[in-house]
């Protein structure tokens, strides 16, 4: 995605627009498959609610991934982009039984974090297999909003309730297939994801009967030029060794599975927008460009950093500038960035846009969610047209 295409794409599809380049994310398959290549069975689930384009989902599905979903909707777009259900993981918090004998009936495997949901469920299917999110209570991830494994985290189920979950798997005569857990994201450091892994072993011993174990995901992928990122192939040596041995005294082999999104597509993905207008302040040169926290909440929702170049001056001399939306509130991408002079018109690149980028993009300000575009073997492609004012009151009723 150099930037002649990219221009080209703005022009093409117009403005402001997502652009996922496919070879990107076969590429971090390939590298994460590689990573843990000496553990028998393993089995990578995407998950979905990174970036849920059904084009997209039937890439993974090509490159023979599972899927990772925490919703019916996403089950169904699973099952849509041709997933066979028992290539699907469904890891809910706080749904209703209701949604979750919906899913079971699809066939998919469900992941329960909530001790009532396990007993309910438990007495009224004890013939369908589960997983069990545990909560080791260990403080991985990148900002309070991403770890999610911690004491006062709502996810999985305390790891000092085991006791009461094999009384419940007991009195229900309930099968638990799977033990989960997701600590958080932008994990960095390997050591304390890898003390989390031995709770789990300690976890799974407990349960006779399992076929896998899963450890979430949370890898880290670089941001900034020279960032440090989570170093997977580290990990990849010392937990695939760790997790042979622990199928030896288990006495099974256990498939391995992950549910990386961040890690498989971030860097897949560039958001360009137009910049609408210069304004020099009395401290500060804001570019305000087509587009706001409507489409892109991550820096005012995460305080995350996306790398910003203007496309369209490449080689104009770097000053200093605020990235702003048009969003009726302060939605600032970037202070004070270094960028090639940049003049009304420009088009500005954001990188690391593959990620909760479009996933979490609303109408806000009666805004239209931007248009996707795939770049698949050499071709562009519209993956979602740019919406309408026909989207927008679609399912209004006017009553009076
Ligand atoms: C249960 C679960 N699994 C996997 C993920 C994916 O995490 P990441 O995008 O950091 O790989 C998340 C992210 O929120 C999650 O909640």
New binding site residues.
């Given amino acids: 995605m150099d930037r002649n295409s990219l221009l080209q794409l703005a022009e093409t599809y117009g403005s402001p627009l997502y652009v996922y380049d496919t070879d990107v994310i076969s590429s971090q398959y390939k590298k994460i498959t590689k990573a843990f290549s000496k553990v028998k069975n393993v089995k990578i689930n995407y998950?979905a609610?990174?970036l849920s384009n059904l084009n997209i989902l039937k890439v993974f599905n090509k490159l023979n991934s599972g899927l990772?979903t925490?919703s019916i909707q996403e089950v169904k777009l699973g099952l849509l982009a041709g997933f066979e259900p028992k290539d699907i993981i469904y890891?809910p918090n706080g749904v209703s039984l209701q949604e979750i004998e919906d899913v079971a009936k699809l066939g998919v495997q469900i992941n329960i974090d909530n001790l009532s949901i396990l007993e309910l469920f438990g007495q009224k299917h004890p013939n369908i297999p589960v997983c069990i999110r545990i909560n080791p209570h260990v403080m991985a991830g990148g900002n309070s909003k991403?770890s999610?494994g911690h004491i006062d985290s709502k996810f999985g189920i305390s790891i000092h309730q085991v006791p009461h979950i094999k009384r419940v798997v007991e009195n229900t005569n309930m099968h638990i297939n799977g033990i989960h857990m997701?600590t958080g994201?932008?994990i960095l450091d390997i050591d304390t994801f890898l003390r989390a892994t031995e709770i789990l072993f300690d976890t799974a011993k407990q349960f006779k009967n399992i076929d896998f174990i899963d450890f979430?995901?949370?890898?880290k992928v670089p941001y900034k030029t020279d960032d440090i990122s989570t170093n997977i192939e580290e990990l990849g040596k010392k937990l695939s060794k760790r997790f042979n041995e622990f199928c030896k005294e288990y006495g099974k082999d256990l498939t391995l599975m992950f549910?990386?999104?961040?890690?498989l597509v971030s860097q897949s993905g560039r958001f360009l927008a137009k910049v609408n207008v210069i304004k020099q302040t009395t401290s500060t040169v804001f570019a305000g460009i087509d587009s706001g926290l409507n489409h892109l909440i991550r820096p005012m929702f995460y305080n995350s950093y996306h790398q910003i170049k203007n496309l369209s001056n490449p080689k104009g001399r770097e000053r200093y500038y605020s990235i702003v939306g048009y969003i009726c509130e302060t939605d600032t991408f970037g202070s004070n960035r270094r960028i090639n002079e940049i003049s009304e018109g420009d088009i500005l690149c954001f990188h690391n846009a593959g990620?909760?980028c479009f996933s979490m993009a609303s109408n806000y300000n009666s805004r239209y969610r931007p248009a996707e575009v795939m770049m698949h073997e050499g071709k562009d492609y519209l993956i979602r047209k740019r919406e309408t004012f026909e989207d927008i009151i679609r399912h209004q009723e006017l009553v009076i």
């Fill in positions: 998950a609610k990174a990772d925490v890891t991403i999610v997701h994201s932008d979430g995901s949370g890898f549910e990386p999104g961040k890690f990620a909760y």
